[in-house]
């Protein structure tokens, strides 16, 4: 019965026009909506006006969030799923909580999304069937300047895809043994790679953080496939092929444009 009632709530905010300031915003704040295709960019408000209703945006420390700031944070992250054909609209993320910027983060054992006690400062937060957390002055940034090749929003989104198969361990759900096979022979190698880069002390592609698991690694690639496409093919076309296969769009287009 709750999904009957959902999907008819979708169907009747996808009725609605597409209000006309949110896509002046859109080409404004976020530069790789002006580069995809006219279809994409359709499916990319269809999902960004599901997840801007369906979530509860959360501000910390009684940060103000803005129209534009659930425009420019919903974007980035619908951009990861405008190309999968069945999809659940990060169903299990209740909320998206903005920080201003930076943020210390919390302590798992005191159930609390602030912790000013804490050593270790971030710009994003992905909990397990939780709410994705991220800092509204890198989102920003990073939605104007992708090129740049981080996405703070694309980062912890993919930790929610990773998470859709009740695991952690770098790979989303994917349809047959063959396909996770294959992802589990590329992604291993490449992060092995990595990790020897690392220890050779040789300049990195991806972030040292990607070193640290299986799941690091694969937001770290997203980031990359989103953001520096034309590299990531070059570095790791085995890595570029698979995310382009699995996210259903070719993002080295968007950036030869």
């Not at 992060?191 to 002390?201: F, P, S, T, V």
């Amino acid at each position: 019965m709750f999904d009957w009632f959902r999907n008819r709530r979708r169907r009747k905010i996808l009725a609605e026009p597409f209000p006309k300031h949110w896509d002046v915003i859109l080409l404004k704040s976020v530069a790789l909506y002006s580069r995809i295709s006219p279809a994409e960019q359709s499916r990319l408000r269809d999902v960004l006006r599901i997840l801007i209703d369906e979530k509860y945006w959360e501000p910390a420390r009684g940060f103000h969030i803005t129209e534009e700031m659930k425009l420019v944070i919903a974007a980035q992250a619908a951009l990861m799923l405008i190309g999968i054909p069945k999809h659940d609209y990060f169903s299990r993320v209740p909320s998206i909580v903005v920080h201003p910027g930076e943020f210390r983060r919390p302590d798992p054992e005191d159930d609390t999304i602030e912790d000013e006690v804490s050593d270790q400062i971030v710009d994003g937060i992905a909990n397990y069937r939780g709410s994705v957390v991220v800092g509204w002055n890198q989102s920003r940034e990073e939605a104007l300047h992708p090129e740049h090749g981080f996405s703070v929003v694309i980062h912890e989104f993919a930790h929610q895809l990773d998470f859709m198969d009740e695991s952690t361990d770098g790979t989303p759900p994917l349809s047959t043994q063959k396909e996770l096979e294959e992802w589990a022979r590329v992604m291993s190698s490449a992060l092995e790679r990595h990790r020897k880069a690392i220890d050779k002390g040789r300049k990195l592609f991806f972030s040292e953080q990607a070193s640290d698991s299986e799941t690091e690694f694969f937001s770290d690639a997203c980031e990359s496939f989103f953001c520096q496409p034309i590299d990531l093919r070059e570095h790791e076309p085995d890595v570029y092929r698979l995310l382009k296969n699995y996210f259903g769009v070719d993002p080295v287009i968007w950036f030869e444009t």
